[in-house]
């Protein structure tokens, strides 16, 4: 950091105007560059830097009388800047400026010590990146110094599905990401269940339901499991609410959250409310529309908001398995990867059956192991039943 | 509403208090004949007569002391000390006997009196004449410090000062005397609280006294900057506001205190320690501070002035806390 | 058959926007080389159904990952 200032044009000049400057914040000056033209009593004089860098600000404006050694301009870069004449203007630059005008000049403010490798973020910007559960070093600040203040936390917090809506801001969505997931592993004591469950019975029930219907009027497999793991979680409270700062909060009612990738990058998981009490037709309009907007970057902030608890299904083309991350302040993440065709031991038999891994993440703050194991369970029951669902 | 200097308005309360209550007497060092070092009290002693108006001997421990134990006898005594730099001749009469009777006596005795004195540098004085000493007597339980910093101020605190029951200063900085401005209405001034001069929503400069008017100019050219800065005058240095200092952090979120004492255990350390007790988690920016340099203050004008607070060195400062 | 992969084409890109301009080649797998999941297929399968109001049967789903398989099909399988 460089203050660029009055320089002393003579012995006898005590005040400098400001006539113009040359150069403007974020521009690069080099050594040697004319960066402002000053009036003296000797006439308007050319005035050069000798310090590369960036202009950060400029502190004068144009017209203005200043002393001697006053500050005109931060330059980042290294050392102290000192300005200077250009040598055709006749006057002795090697002069350092007299000891009774740095007297009259106001010294540089001392910036506080900094605590090295610490995240510079102000004591207001990190409540707020905690309340909104943002993480700070994702974010870029605008302070002194680069340190984050509130208002980068605020322009930060804003949804990144929502604050687009001609389409998704992938570095914003990135930094909501990380914020969210960060949050999560440094916060919430995960454990996590899987089991396999034999999807024949879905998966046949699916074909016959789909064969007698008009290609508009058909459902993916994955509203069948959206709608299983919804009536799962109906039924096991404890894996269906907030944690927050006051404890666990189960909620009456159940949005679940569908994880949807996004093309190029990103994911979002909005919900659709009350998922429980829709029929599976109806989930399979709410779904593709919720897809098709999220994709848009069209979500609503209820959406966004509001889930209880969040699904993520790999779909066909995915792996055997996932380990899901909770997004906070939810509770439980129920993970599905992709069926796929496995030799399975029926009734002392060896069979070829569509096995599906689902897994399960829970807040063990909020539940057990012993539950969610049921809770697996649960839904491995509904869903060798998809008629009932 | 009638413009007054500092000094007029000043002399105008002490005239009115006089007036309005017989108990009321002046006592110092040339307040009489002279009509005080700084002419406040020019006048008074044709008005009221020496038994009211009294010059004393070049002794402020025992003037001090008399009005103390006058104080305690029923009377109201208001004490000139010429300035802050002498009162430590009578610093130990006014902590250890004003500011600790009513403790002392369980509550029988209290010491209703008003000292008045000038404080401040920017006069080419020299070092023993220029100090801000105020800070240390807001150390002092049992004492109230005010530091009127405009005319209605200076013309309203005296009223409310000996209607204390308890001991009061008042540091008047002595390059406001000539400052002019609305006299205003004696009636509304308080000794307890702190005061938004200018209103503002990017930083806020807290100050008092004679650095008021520098930090108001360094305000004005902050908002040329596009920078909008509110200025707390604190009026009161004990007890401090704190919930007016505390209302202009939450609003603003950085600070900039400026105080005339030097920087090490001063005025401003405490107010910056109530900050950051009270409202850490409402700060957006370090803290910041303007106080004098810590030397003696110098006798030549360009060293005088480099070693005060100023405008400039209020704007740097309030540049550096907002990072632009 | 230009005329029915020019349709397939703009229901991709009517499905998914973000996809759009669609250059791909007839045997690429469209969810390999756009990305595309079940939903998009759904949705496209739909979409060409509406537009050539030839019923397309859930088990045929597998031929429609990719254009010329999709394009052959429609052929395959239309009225004219």
């Known amino acids: 950091m460089g203050v660029f200032t009055m320089p002393s044009l003579g012995a006898d000049m005590e005040a400098g105007t400001l006539v113009e400057w040359l150069k403007q914040p974020g521009e690069r000056v080099d050594h040697g560059d004319i960066i402002a033209v000053v009036e003296t009593d000797k006439g308007a004089i050319e005035v050069e830097v000798f310090e590369a860098g960036e202009i950060e600000a400029l502190?004068?404006?144009?017209?203005?009388?200043?002393?001697?050694?006053?500050?005109?301009?931060?330059?980042?870069?290294?050392?102290?800047?000192?300005?200077?004449?250009?040598?055709?203007?006749?006057?002795?630059?090697?002069?350092?400026?007299?000891?009774?005008?740095?007297?009259?000049?106001?010294?540089?403010?001392?910036?506080?010590?900094?605590?090295?490798?610490?995240?510079?973020?102000?004591?207001?910007?990190?409540?707020?990146?905690?309340?909104?559960?943002?993480?700070?070093?994702?974010?870029?600040?605008?302070?002194?110094?680069?340190?984050?203040?509130?208002?980068?936390?605020?322009?930060?917090?804003?949804?990144?599905?929502?604050?687009?809506?001609?389409?998704?801001?992938?570095?914003?969505?990135?930094?909501?990401?990380?914020?969210?997931?960060?949050?999560?592993k440094r916060d919430i004591p995960h454990y996590y269940l899987m089991h396999r469950i034999d999807m024949a019975p879905t998966l046949s029930w699916l074909s016959k339901y789909n064969e007698a219907r008009a290609p508009a009027e058909r459902l993916l497999l994955g509203v069948v499991l959206l709608k299983a793991a919804a009536v799962?979680?109906?039924?096991?409270?404890?894996?269906?609410?907030?944690?927050?700062?006051?404890?666990?909060?189960?909620?009456?009612?159940?949005?679940v959250g569908s994880a949807i990738s996004i093309r190029g990058g990103g994911l979002a998981a909005p919900a659709i409310r009350n998922t429980?009490?829709?029929?599976?037709?109806?989930?399979?309009?709410?779904?593709?529309?919720?897809?098709?907007?999220?994709?848009?970057?069209?979500?609503?902030?209820?959406?966004?908001?509001?889930?209880?608890?969040?699904?993520?299904?790999?779909?066909?083309?995915?792996?055997?398995?996932?380990?899901?991350i909770i997004y906070p302040p939810q509770v439980a993440i129920i993970g599905f990867g992709s069926p796929r065709t496995h030799p399975w031991a029926s009734d002392d038999a060896l069979a070829i059956r569509p096995v599906m891994n689902v897994s399960l993440a829970g807040d063990h703050r909020a539940n057990d192991g012993h539950r969610g194991a049921l809770l697996l369970r649960h839904i491995e029951e509904l869903l060798a039943h998809p008629e009932d669902l | 509403m009638t413009d007054l200097t500092y000094r007029e308005a000043m002399r105008g309360a002490i005239r009115t208090a006089m007036q309005e209550d017989e108990r009321v007497f002046l006592m110092g060092e040339d307040v009489g004949h002279y009509g005080g070092c700084y002419a406040v009290t020019k006048g008074l002693l044709e008005e009221f007569g020496p038994q009211r108006i009294r010059d004393t001997p070049l002794s402020e421990s025992a003037f001090t002391g008399a009005?103390?134990?006058?104080?305690?006898?029923?009377?109201?005594?208001?004490?000139?000390?010429?300035?802050?730099?002498?009162?430590?001749?009578?610093?130990?009469?006014?902590?250890?006997?004003?500011?600790?009777?009513?403790?002392?006596?369980?509550?029988?005795?209290?010491?209703?009196?008003?000292?008045?004195?000038?404080?401040?540098?920017?006069?080419?004085?020299?070092?023993?004449?220029?100090?801000?000493?105020?800070?240390?007597?807001?150390?002092?339980?049992?004492?109230?410090?005010?530091?009127?910093?405009?005319?209605?101020?200076?013309?309203?605190?005296?009223?409310?000062?000996?209607?204390?029951?308890?001991?009061?200063?008042?540091?008047?900085?002595?390059?406001?005397?000539?400052?002019?401005?609305?006299?205003g209405d004696p009636g509304s001034v308080d000794i307890d609280h702190a005061a938004i001069r200018r209103e503002g929503s990017d930083i806020s400069l807290i100050t008092y006294g004679g650095s008021l008017g520098k930090t108001l100019a360094a305000a004005g050219q902050l908002a040329g900057d596009g920078i909008d800065a509110e200025v707390l005058d604190l009026r009161v240095l004990r007890p401090l506001d704190d919930d007016a200092i505390l209302a202009t952090l939450a609003k603003t979120r950085r600070c900039v205190i400026v105080d005339e004492g030097w920087r090490s255990g001063s005025l401003s350390a405490e107010i910056m320690a109530r900050i950051v007790e009270q409202g850490f988690w409402t700060l957006d920016a370090p803290l910041a501070r303007v106080c004098s340099e810590e030397v003696p203050i110098p006798y030549a004008a360009h060293l005088e002035e480099a070693a005060l607070p100023s405008a400039e060195k209020i704007v740097t400062a309030a540049r550096t806390v907002l990072g632009r | 058959m230009p005329e029915i992969r020019a349709l397939v084409i703009e229901e991709i890109e009517a499905i998914a926007p973000d996809v759009a301009p669609v250059t791909i080649g007839d045997d690429e797998d469209v969810r390999d080389a756009l990305d595309l999941d079940s939903m998009d297929i759904f949705n496209l399968i739909a979409a060409l159904h509406q537009r050539t109001g030839i019923d397309i049967p859930d088990a045929e789903a597998a031929r429609f990952v990719t254009v010329g398989g999709a394009v052959q099909w429609l052929l395959e399988n239309g009225p004219g």
């Open chain 2, 67 to 183: 009005g103390i134990g006058a104080a305690m006898n029923g009377v109201r005594p208001i004490v000139e000390i010429m300035t802050c730099n002498f009162s430590l001749l009578a610093l130990d009469q006014i902590m250890n006997n004003a500011a600790t009777m009513r403790h002392m006596s369980g509550g029988q005795v209290t010491v209703p009196i008003v000292i008045r004195m000038a404080t401040g540098g920017g006069r080419q004085l020299a070092a023993q004449h220029s100090h801000s000493l105020e800070g240390w007597y807001a150390h002092i339980p049992g004492l109230r410090v005010l530091a009127p910093a405009t005319v209605e101020d200076a013309g309203g605190m005296l009223g409310p000062a000996l209607a204390d029951p308890d001991p009061v200063l008042i540091f008047e900085n002595a390059l406001l005397y000539n400052e002019t401005g609305p006299a």
């Open chain 1, 276 to 324: 429980a009490e829709h029929s599976l037709p109806d989930l399979m309009k709410k779904l593709r529309d919720l897809v098709a907007r999220t994709r848009r970057g069209e979500l609503r902030s209820s959406e966004i908001g509001d889930p209880t608890v969040t699904i993520s299904s790999l779909g066909e083309r995915g792996v055997d398995s996932l380990w899901p």
């Open chain 1, 232 to 255: 799962a979680v109906g039924d096991f409270p404890d894996f269906n609410g907030f944690y927050k700062a006051d404890g666990y909060q189960p909620s009456e009612a159940v949005h």
């Open chain 1, 59 to 184: 502190l004068v404006d144009p017209g203005q009388s200043v002393p001697v050694g006053t500050a005109l301009a931060r330059i980042a870069g290294d050392g102290h800047a000192e300005g200077h004449v250009s040598d055709d203007a006749g006057i002795d630059t090697d002069k350092p400026p007299a000891a009774a005008a740095a007297a009259v000049s106001p010294p540089e403010q001392k910036r506080p010590p900094r605590i090295a490798a610490e995240l510079r973020a102000s004591p207001a910007a990190r409540t707020l990146a905690a309340d909104r559960g943002i993480d700070l070093a994702a974010i870029t600040g605008t302070g002194p110094d680069g340190a984050i203040q509130l208002s980068d936390v605020e322009s930060a917090g804003v949804q990144p599905a929502t604050a687009h809506s001609n389409g998704v801001d992938p570095s914003a969505m990135r930094r909501a990401i990380a914020a969210a997931m960060g949050r999560s």
